[in-house]
């Protein structure tokens, strides 16, 4: 069993400390001046006391918040919980009377306005952010009456997702102009994705370091070799295990151990109208493997690039988790920021 532990912000009812700097001109004497009672909206606290000061200097007032509030009726704790609702899925209108239910009451409007400016803080935050290994993947989310294709960049460093595209996987010039300027923007190295073609190119065109999730890679080789098994001529079995091996080791110069095995089995004797025939698709896979080998082992030269792109995944799946339940995104600006805040948290 598991237990997952939910972190949000802790509510003071009160402060003892004192304002260090004033907000206006950055005195830092002051005078007490007065003190009010403030209602708030939140699970447990339902009052913080909220002093107001006067700089010494400037000789003008402000106040001093308890922790975890801020001129805003609801907490930072209410806030967020809000929006984790909302990220678990459920609609503004749902998460208004799961609040009632705790004796808190927030209209829906509330939540979504809650909702937009945690998305736009979340953006905010990851603009100018360094990033250096990125697991990129592309994911269909439903809007606007069909399926769009959504790219999703996250940073392997921890996790969170960096961004959207609203580009296809597929094309890989539209991926290349919108990974170049992420790539300017915050500095990216090394590139973790599945074993897509257009994927490939791009990353050499913008001379990334490169890492194709292995998990990828064993489920469809594995599914290609247990379809040779039936089909190849018996003497050549030996040649399966051989990759399997390989393939399990991930040794650095594991091409030229599948070049030599390319190289004993006969040569192509189907014509190009012709299906193709086991041992010819045997050699198409040892040349597949070969030409993409360095993608597979990049990990092994930098320590911190991970062998697979399940993070990635993990985010796209919490991305879906949200994407299933909205409908009427009015905008794909709108759509992104609702899935990188749904990504981003709910973990
Ligand atoms: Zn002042």
Redesign the pocket.
Known sequence: MSIVVLKLPDVKRKTKERPSK?L??E?ETFQRWGEVNKPVKDVRVRNVKVYRYR?C??K?TFRQYPAGNTRADQTERLRLFAVLLWTLGLSYRAGSLILSGLKVMVSFMTIWRDVQAEAQQIKKHNQWKAVRILGLDGAYVLGWGEKQPVLVAVDLGTGEPLTLGYVNEYDPQAVQRWLASLVQRHGITVIVTDDLSSYKVVAEKLQLGHQVCQFHVRRWVGKTLKDLQETIPKPWLWVLDDIRQVLDVLPPDGSKTLYALWKQLPGRRSLPNQARSALEQLRDLLLRLCEHWQTYCAFQSEPQVPWTNNATERAIGRMKMRARTVRGYKSWQGMAAGLMLAGSYAR
């Open positions: 004033c206006y001109c005195g700089c200097r400037c003008r």
